[in-house]
């Protein structure tokens, strides 16, 4: 499986309202509550918790506020469907500009201790021709379904992030008496006071040596990252059709009426949730369409059928935990890079199964 690209790029779509299950969050989170007590995977809240927005536009002047809340609703409306069950991050630079081509995220990487972001457009762009707002809505809520997944990182490689926190502690300490004091680690601020050293002063020394570690702890964090950024694409569609209601909310985002170009149409037909795939031919190994058919099985069994759709929040974590336990056993047998993509999805949809399986024994699903 080699798909290329830092952390997650994506466009995306759409429409109808907020999905119905937003409304009641009040009884949905004392059940949540009660079934994450019993998991501890998750810390249940009995607020749900929205990230500190840091707004940046870079075509200089600020957009209308209500261009702005427009955006911040569409975050806030993902926190509120998903009820805690994905940690958001406490702070989250949202870039917004008027109209672009392109959203894009890209999450935080713990060894630079620097804060997650999202570009996203008020419109997006198509040759020239701008597509309402309204489909800037799942193009949103699939950047910030990247950002969740990623913040969850430290769960699926524990001994690296722990390491991480260790050596940023120890170049803290370091700089002590280096500039004014600073309990909060940036690799700039770091590399900036390092400079004010001498080159004979033994902190220096001790200090690239950290840092010298630091990289290579960084390395592993980026690899787990472009190498399950097809489960992160699956995840962050299955997060916006969620919110939207809609099986064809990434698609009608994507869709360019009168294209002439085969292949963006391609891409954009084949994240459409309510189409039909074959998990046995299909041989897409471009990250955002490598999971279609698994997809349309998520849209058929679960996102359209009445008996789970009004619990998104569900949903999202049991395909989380599936996505989390499916990508770690492939990455960590070294059996990724070899296996097809109709094994791929075949895998997938059996690990979502055991998810649903193993509903009214929820702690099975953490033991091996
Ligand atoms: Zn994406």
């Not at 469907?81 to 392109?102: A, Q, T």
Request: aromatic share 8%; charged share 30%.
């Amino acid at each position: 499986m080699r798909m290329a690209g830092k952390i997650s790029v994506a466009l995306l779509v759409l429409s109808f309202p907020s999905n119905p299950a937003i409304g009641n969050s009040g009884d949905r989170c004392t059940k949540l509550s009660a079934l994450f007590r019993e998991t501890g995977v998750t810390q249940a809240r009995a607020e749900i918790a929205h990230p500190e927005l840091v707004l940046e536009f870079p075509e200089g002047s600020p957009l209308p506020s209500k261009m702005v809340q427009q955006a911040e609703h569409v975050i806030h409306e993902v926190d509120e469907m998903l009820g805690g069950v994905l940690r958001p991050p406490k702070k989250l630079k949202l870039i917004l500009s008027n109209r672009s081509e392109k959203a894009a995220a890209l999450g935080a990487n713990p060894a630079k201790g620097e804060m997650p972001l999202i570009y996203a457009p008020f419109q997006l762009e198509s040759a020239g021709r701008v597509k309402h707002p309204i489909f800037s809505r799942a193009a949103l809520a699939h950047e910030y379904g990247h950002i969740l997944i990623h913040e969850t990182f430290p769960d699926w490689i524990p001994g690296v992030y722990r390491k991480i926190e260790r050596l940023k502690r120890k170049t803290l300490e370091r700089l002590k008496g280096i500039g004014d004091e600073t309990s909060e680690y940036n690799a700039d601020l770091v590399r900036k006071r390092t400079l004010m050293l001498s080159a004979d002063d033994p902190r220096t020394k001790e200090l690239a040596a950290l840092k010298k570690a630091l990289d290579a702890a960084e390395m592993k964090y980026y690899e787990v990252s472009i190498y399950s950024s097809a489960y992160q694409e699956l995840f962050a569609d299955t997060v916006a059709v969620a919110l939207e209601g809609d099986g064809k909310a990434i698609y009608r985002t994507l869709h360019r009426t009168g294209t002439k170009d085969p292949i963006k149409t391609k891409l954009a037909n084949a994240r459409d949730f309510t189409r039909k795939y074959s998990v046995s031919r299909w041989r897409a190994t471009q990250k955002h369409v490598y999971f279609s058919p698994t997809r349309a099985y998520l849209w058929k069994h679960y996102l359209s059928n009445p008996e789970f759709r009004r619990q998104p929040q569900e949903i999202v974590r049991k395909l989380y935990l599936a996505i989390r336990r499916e990508f770690l056993d492939l990455y960590s047998t070294g059996k990724l890079e070899k296996i097809s993509p109709s094994d791929a999805n075949r895998r997938m949809i059996e690990a979502i199964e055991r998810q649903f399986a193993i509903v009214d024994h929820p702690q099975a699903a953490f033991t091996r």
